[in-house]
């Protein structure tokens, strides 16, 4: 079974440049995070999508944008690229039960190998 | 004060070590903890997954959870250089939260 995986590995930007990252999940998982993790702040959740929606949002600016398809393979976005944004950006997928009220997560993610973005 | 508090080390034992790895955490909302090892520039590999207190066991590894004392730590039994990796624990309130809080990672380095 193929892993959950991550385009471009790495990539090189300057400021004010934009960027768009892609992640395939596992086959079988429809739920997509992403995190962004650097030397100084660690891992840190950006967002998650379900459905094709975005189901939870991290403490980051609106430059950080998301979607997910409806096969769900997701991209995230990041505009205005800024120094700061040099990171390894990791996508993660999981199972999820559908109940009739939602949806639950099983709390087993699987992250890919990332993607490092360096912005000069 | 983070949520989840992991000691970054580093870590240094000798090969056959039992390695012992802690994180505490303050919100009592936390049910799913993970264990996650990272290798140099590579993806965090679920190691070990837990739902609420207890202790699993899976080969040489073993995890812990004390909900009443917030409190989590990962075993690692007969340790091997090929064990040297950062390991990072996480935890999720689980349901429709996927979002994962991490500590900051335990540098582990195991010598021959």
Known sequence: KAGV?????YLIKTRGQQVTLSCSPISGHRSVSWYQQTPGQGLQFLFEYFS???????????????????????????????????????CASSLVVVVPWDYLNTGELFFGEGSRLTVL | QKEVEQDPGPLSVPEGAIVSLNCTYSNSAFQYFMWYRQYSRKGPELLMYTYSSGNKEDGRFTAQVDKSSKYISLFIRDSQPSDSATYLCAMSRGGGYNKLIFGAGTRLAVHP
Request: hydrophobic share 25%; net charge positive.
């Open chain 1, 52 to 90: 094709e929606t975005q189901r939870n949002k991290g403490n980051f600016p609106g430059r950080f944008s998301g979607r997910q398809f409806s096969n769900s393979r997701s991209e995230m976005n990041v505009s205005t690229l800024e120094l700061g944004d040099s990171a390894l950006y990791l």
């Open chain 1, 5 to 9: 995986t991550q385009t471009p590995r």
